[in-house]
Every structure is written in structure tokens, then in C-alpha cells.
């Protein structure tokens, strides 16, 4: 489920953002060899499996949570009541701390004291990595250039930035996306990300993590271009007795650019608690 969304088919801000971006690119700074290109056409590409848990388990690699056998999830659309996504807490991977916060949470759940809704339906922003937990039906888009590459969910126009070829900052603040640094390792774009405030969960079944947060994604292009891998390794040694991995599949579509509003307005909607702003910042 997610929050109501407003939706105006306008030319969008991301292109104005788009040319600046292209037009600040030094001519000496052009990479040498080619590179992945992402974001011809400002194409786009939509998450798959999106009914299902997103995050897939990597082969060889520690898997994310998953939903808990005796209570599966059903989505809306398929004929048969819905059901919210519950947790299997039996993971080994889950700190004390973490399994008694998920706990609480799923025993209200079950007994119908609270809903179970993610970020995505209080329009506030998803943090990393559960930023891959979107990306469908509306589509990811990348904007490219040799010194910045710019993540953005049409949904909501939430913005993950990247700083391409350098290290990170000193001393940073925790904040909603944290900071983000990245560079190409042939087709492959790496993107390390630390600087996480503890105010975001990780996946559809709320897992929480602290400031220690780190992860670290790989997004690639396979089947010719038609789609792209984004498999990603997050470590938190204060709610993780190991670093798990998992990995997001999309599928390339094209679409003219648009505009979705998602919080403006959005009041009294059951108990998403949309953000509602006491005065105006400007």
C-alpha cells in the first residue's frame, strides 16, 4: 500500500537539473573509455517481483530477512484478502535488540493495533538501502555525468546524489541518505554509502539498523541493456552479527518525463502520518 498520489504530466525540474549538470562537466574531465550508460533517453527502469519481498538472496552470500512461513504475504489485486509482511525472526543474523524491536512491532500487527506500512506510504524518504525497495510501478532514473550520478524514484522525485571519484567527508552528520561516493569498475557502477541517521528501516518488513549503517552497491546492465542487477552488501555491526547481501532486479522502459506529488495534501490518511511542516521555510 502506498500513500495518494497527485500526478501532472509537465516538463519536470530533473531535466533543468539534468542540462546544468551536463553543461558544469569539464571537457578534460571525459572518461577515457566508455561507460555504462544508464540513462539514455532518460530511460527508466521499473523494480520486478514488486508484489513479492524485492530484495532477492545472492547465491554464497548471508540473505536478507524474509517473510515468516506461517503468516505469507498476500498482495492487493490477486483476488484473495491482503495481508501485511511479516517477518521470519527466526534469522540467526539479527542482534537481541533487533528481534525484540521487530517483535513489538509484528505482535501489534497480528493483533491489529497498527498497521504495517513502510516509508513509501508516508511519503518520507526511504534511506539505503531500502531506496531499492521502490522503483516500481513507477520507474528509477539515472542522470550521469563524469563527476556526479543522481538516483531518482519518479514516484515522489525522491534524489539520491553520488559523488563520483572521491573519498568521504570527515566528521559527517547522519542524514536521511547519508552520504554516497561511487566510481565505474568496468560496466559496473560501485557506490559506497555511510552517514545514515537511524530514523529509516532497511526492507518491506521494517528492519531497523543504527548510524553504524554501511552499505555498498553494484548496479550493472545484463541482458543487452534490456535490464539491471543491483546487488548490494550491508553491514551494521550493532544490529548484524554479519554483513548480508541482497540483490534487485529492474526491467528498461522508456517513458515520457512526469511529475508525481506525493505528501502535498496528504492529510488524515488512516495512520500514514504524513510530514505536515508547523510554518513555512521560506
Known amino acids: 500500500m502506498c500513500a495518494f498520489i497527485f500526478e501532472r504530466r509537465t516538463p519536470t525540474a530533473l531535466m533543468v537539473a539534468c542540462c546544468a549538470m551536463a553543461a558544469s562537466v569539464a571537457p578534460g574531465l571525459a572518461q577515457q573509455t ?14 520486478l517481483n514488486g508484489g513479492g519481498p524485492f530484495y532477492e538472496p545472492v547465491p554464497g552470500r548471508l540473505a536478507p530477512v524474509v517473510s515468516d512461513p506461517a503468516h505469507p504475504f498476500t498482495p492487493n489485486g490477486v483476488g484473495k484478502q491482503p495481508t501485511f509482511r511479516i517477518a521470519d525472526l527466526s534469522n540467526p543474523n539479527l542482534k537481541p535488540w533487533v528481534k525484540e524491536h521487530m517483535k513489538k512491532d509484528l505482535d501489534e500487527v497480528l493483533a491489529g493495533k497498527k498497521s504495517a506500512f513502510t516509508p513509501q506510504s508516508s511519503c518520507v524518504p526511504a534511506g539505503v538501502p531500502f531506496f531499492m525497495g521502490y522503483g516500481g510501478p513507477d520507474p528509477l532514473v539515472f542522470l550521469q555525468t563524469p563527476t556526479e550520478v543522481w538516483i531518482v524514484w519518479r514516484e515522489d522525485n525522491q534524489v539520491r546524489r553520488i559523488y563520483m571519484n572521491v573519498p568521504h567527508s570527515e566528521n559527517l552528520k ?5 552520504e554516497s561516493v561511487g566510481h565505474y569498475e568496468g560496466d559496473t557502477l560501485v557506490v559506497d554509502t555511510i552517514g545514515l541517521n537511524d530514523k529509516t528501516v532497511l526492507d518491506v518488513y521494517r528492519t531497523p539498523h543504527t548510524a553504524k549503517l554501511h552499505v555498498v552497491e553494484r548496479w550493472r546492465m545484463v541482458d543487452g541493456g534490456k535490464a539491471m542487477e543491483a546487488v548490494f552488501t550491508v553491514e551494521d555491526p550493532d544490529a548484524f552479527y554479519e554483513p548480508w547481501t541482497g540483490m534487485r532486479r529492474y526491467r528498461r522502459v522508456e517513458q515520457e518525463p512526469y511529475e508525481k506529488i506525493c505528501a502535498e495534501n496528504n492529510t488524515n490518511l488512516f495512520d500514514y502520518h504524513m510530514p505536515v511542516a508547523e510554518k513555512t521555510d521560506f
Open 174 to 178: 547522519p542524514s536521511w541518505y547519508g
Open 34 to 47: 566508455p561507460l555504462p550508460d544508464f540513462s539514455a533517453n532518460l530511460a527508466g527502469w521499473v523494480g
